[in-house]
């Protein structure tokens, strides 16, 4: 994370999913600093169907310290969310247990737990699952685990009120903790607790979310096909074939043992060294209940769910499958000799050591922002309020570029980088995120997309005067469809990479 959002000769580097996704918290983050509950990446439209506990921390902490949301993000916030979950793990483990060893154990998978997928000379997400080590690569999640953390604590310690608030806010930080954290508080007969989680909650999550209702679909063993048959994952493209073909054709006595294969190695396979908790006896107390229940939801909610519009991100209903499972090992093991535990601890760094070095130590990123972009957005972040028309993305070109890393934004996926840097609200950008919170951004694209055909003044003037456009951010190799004069625009900035112009 830290090396991310920094300059260097040739612009802001940004790794690992930082190309996107920290973009994207930069610019919701950005937008709510503003006071504005729109949609950064599609202006005019509210914010809808999205949890922003992160967000709007990222702001208010923007607001407050007058520290630029890039550095908090990248250089701040993750060494004080790594801090302060290896802390909350050792205290929770060491209140529960009674004893320093497990609560050492608990803070070491929950800081290194891999998969196996060092076996296959494959990384971390080998089995579908990102691993300990990207935890701080997804901040939502991160500080979901602080509040889960804190949460647990309390209840130790019976403190009602402070569990009830640290678990309710959960569904404004991350979705997929307050459903596992309200489905365990049911299991375990936990019910005061559940009721007054389950009304904050209400509270907090209705007036976001109100469409979010049919996100998760029923598609079952998605992702245990794909692990098989996916090239970048286990990829055994014959088996995945075979289990595929087996299912369709109904021949189930083939079909059924290759499924339970599958779920073996999607389990077994992300928790690596961390299934050792399976060989501890379980005890029936709530805590315990609690925790197992969370690992058991994680695991059956992915393999029989995905979400609409970007199906693979039912997978972090998993993250926390793998984070408890990692408690939980660290328990089991506190009691065995020193041989077993050297032995496990060797299996278990593997894959954490394989991905910093593939993924996060390599001096070129995959994605960057030139300077002449960062210093046409620093101009447009000083001009008043107004919604700006960028080119839509180009997926063709992008994946064209693939092979010269770093890539610029523009040519690495459909990123809210204009919002983010420029701090004006996007007419249209990051397809990804809009997906992912159900807005029409296809029509959207095509009313950009003919704009950028329209040969008639008045009707492209019209639509910028409809959709209450004020700039218009292009780089040097996009085209006006018309001169500037006939669409009413002048020239507010430009330089050898970007031109932004103003509507009169």
């Known amino acids: 994370m830290v090396k991310s959002g920094w300059m260097y000769p040739y612009g802001m580097g940004f790794w690992g999913a930082n190309g996107h996704d920290g973009i994207w918290h930069i610019a919701l983050a950005g937008s709510?600093?503003?006071?504005?509950?729109?949609?950064?990446?599609?202006?005019?439209?509210t914010l809808q169907n999205y949890h922003i506990g992160f967000d709007m921390l990222l702001a208010v902490l923007t607001r407050i310290?007058?520290?630029?949301?890039?550095?908090?993000?990248?250089?701040?916030?993750?060494?004080?969310?790594?801090?302060?979950i290896g802390y909350l793990v050792y205290e929770f483990v060491f209140l529960w247990q009674g004893s320093e060893r497990p609560a050492l154990l608990?803070?070491?998978?929950?800081?290194?737990?891999?998969?196996?997928?060092?076996?296959?000379?494959?990384?971390?997400?080998?089995?579908?699952?990102?691993q300990a080590i990207s935890t701080l690569i997804n901040p939502p999640f991160a500080l979901s685990l602080i509040f889960i953390l804190l949460g647990l604590i309390f209840l130790l310690k019976k403190k009602k009120i402070p569990?009830?608030?640290?678990?309710?806010?959960?569904?404004?930080?991350?979705?997929?903790?307050?459903?596992?954290?309200?489905?365990?508080?049911l299991v375990a007969g936990i019910w005061e607790i559940f009721l007054g989680t389950l009304l904050v909650s209400l509270l907090l999550f209705l007036p976001f979310n109100r469409l979010s209702a049919g996100l998760l679909?029923?598609?079952?063993?998605?992702?245990?096909?794909?692990?098989?048959?996916?090239?970048?994952?286990?990829?055994?493209?014959?088996?995945?074939?075979?289990?595929?073909?087996?299912k369709s054709g109904g021949v189930w006595l083939k079909a059924i043992p290759a499924y339970v294969a599958a779920l073996a190695i999607f389990v077994i396979g992300n928790l690596g060294t961390r299934?050792?908790?399976?060989?501890?006896?379980?005890?029936?107390?709530?805590?315990?209940?609690?925790?197992?229940?969370?690992?058991?939801?994680?695991?059956?909610?992915?393999?029989?769910?995905?979400?609409?519009?970007?199906?693979?991100?039912?997978?972090?209903?998993?993250?926390?499958?793998?984070?408890?499972?990692?408690?939980?090992?660290?328990?089991?093991?506190?009691?065995?000799?020193?041989?077993i535990l050297t032995a496990v601890i060797l299996l278990t760094i593997p894959t954490s050591i394989l991905t910093l070095r593939d993924v996060y130590v390599p001096g070129r990123p995959p994605a960057m922002l030139d300077r002449d972009e960062?210093?046409?957005?620093?101009?447009?972040?000083?001009?008043p309020e107004g919604v700006v028309l960028t080119y839509p993305f180009d997926a063709e070109k992008a994946k064209e570029a693939e092979s010269s890393p770093p890539r610029p934004l523009y040519l690495y996926a459909s990123t809210a980088y204009v919002s983010?840097?420029?701090?004006?609200?996007?007419?249209?950008?990051?397809?990804?995120?809009?997906?992912i919170t159900g807005y029409d951004w296809k029509s959207r694209r095509i009313e950009v997309e003919n704009w950028y055909k329209e040969k008639d003044g008045a009707k492209a003037r019209e639509f910028l005067r409809k959709n209450n456009i004020v700039y218009i951010y292009l780089l040097k190799d996009q085209k006006l469809p018309l001169n500037g004069a006939e669409l009413s625009l002048t020239r507010a900035v430009e330089n050898s990479s970007v031109t932004v112009y103003r509507v009169e």
């Open 374 to 383: 960062l210093s046409a957005l620093g101009f447009l972040s000083e001009q």
């Open 32 to 45: 709510l600093a503003r006071g504005s509950f729109e949609m950064p990446v599609f202006g005019g439209a």
């Open 65 to 84: 310290t007058s520290i630029p949301a890039v550095n908090l993000y990248f250089q701040i916030l993750p060494v004080l969310f790594a801090f302060l």
């Open 163 to 185: 569990v009830v608030l640290c678990f309710g806010v959960l569904v404004q930080i991350k979705i997929y903790a307050g459903l596992l954290v309200l489905g365990s508080l």
């Open 420 to 435: 983010a840097f420029g701090k004006h609200p996007a007419f249209l950008e990051d397809e990804i995120n809009l997906d």
């Open 106 to 130: 608990s803070t070491f998978f929950v800081y290194f737990g891999g998969s196996l997928g060092f076996l296959l000379g494959r990384g971390e997400s080998t089995f579908w699952s990102q």
């Open 275 to 339: 299934s050792v908790f399976l060989l501890r006896k379980v005890k029936k107390d709530s805590v315990n209940i609690f925790i197992y229940s969370i690992i058991g939801a994680g695991i059956v909610i992915p393999v029989f769910f995905l979400q609409r519009g970007t199906p693979w991100n039912t997978i972090q209903f998993f993250y926390y499958s793998l984070f408890f499972s990692g408690i939980l090992a660290g328990v089991a093991l506190s009691s065995v000799n020193r041989y």
């Open 217 to 246: 679909i029923f598609k079952p063993f998605w992702f245990l096909e794909t692990m098989m048959s996916f090239g970048d994952r286990v990829g055994w493209t014959k088996f995945g074939e075979a289990m595929v073909n087996y």
